[in-house]
């Protein structure tokens, strides 16, 4: 995999008291516990394993061992937060290179030491780039791009260059992962934020809102060169949730 800009090795100091005392309780057992779990349930939703497990190589077919893999594959967490979507995905993609990116966010301890003991390569990269330039990645190198509750966070009008830049990186047999609230009404919205504020104090005062509806959605992926391979709703609490694999459409 072509990495041509540096990793961001030392923690970004570009929060205040409240993102410092979030990020303290992150450290506990039972906070880290509950972020595993989540990240386990969006990996699972949006299907990573399932489809790219299959195309992990093994020296030895139908061995499934870590010190059995020939190649593994490349993995970009946009929005990757405090680094637990990462971990999750080194666990059920043995062998593989994990990259992240979060302007917001960083690892926290309890992932960084989990990450550095058992991670074939994981790391974020520099906090300077962001998800309308993907610095340093190569044209069609990624197998997977995972883009969690991310896209409704940023401004509308660099919507369409994010979309682009996982165009281009994305291989042509590659998948882009993506979860997303869904809101069909303005009222809808409107309740989504408000709950969502609560959920992501650490950039609630900074982020904007954008909601679409499951529709909306397939509409825009396909209008910018992406093509639905499956998705599904869900609603576990009064957020609606859309999850969304996606494929580049073949020129």
């Not at 190569?138 to 979309?163: C, E, Y």
Request: net charge negative.
């Amino acid at each position: 995999m072509s990495i041509e800009s540096p990793f961001n090795s030392i923690p970004p100091q570009r929060h205040g008291l409240r993102e410092k005392i979030i990020r303290l309780g992150s450290r506990l057992e039972m906070v880290d516990r509950a972020l595993r779990q989540r990240a386990e349930w969006m990996i699972t939703e949006t299907g990573v394993q399932k489809y790219l497990a299959p195309k992990i190589v093994y020296k030895e077919p139908g061995v499934l061992k870590p010190n059995n893999i020939e190649k593994g594959v490349n993995v970009l967490c946009i929005g990757a937060g405090k680094g637990h979507e990462m971990d999750e995905i080194d666990q059920v993609l043995p062998g593989s290179t994990v990259l992240g990116l979060d302007p917001h966010d960083y690892m926290t301890e309890p992932v960084a030491r989990r990450l550095d003991q058992l991670a074939n390569d994981a790391t974020y990269l520099s906090e300077n780039v962001r998800a309308e330039h993907l610095e340093g990645i190569a044209d069609n190198s990624l197998d997977g791009v995972t883009f969690n509750f991310v896209l409704h966070h940023i401004d509308k009008q660099i919507h369409d260059k994010i979309i682009d830049e996982i165009r281009r990186v994305l291989k042509k047999d590659g998948y882009v992962f993506m979860a997303e609230d869904l809101a069909d009404t303005k009222e809808e919205a409107e309740l989504v934020e408000k709950i969502d504020r609560k959920v992501n104090m650490e950039i609630c005062d900074e982020a904007p809102h954008n909601y679409r509806s499951m529709e909306q959605w397939k509409e825009y992926f396909l209008k910018h060169g992406l093509q639905v391979v499956e998705s599904h709703e869900q609603k576990p609490n009064k957020v609606r949730h859309g999850f969304f694999v996606l494929q580049l459409i073949q020129e």
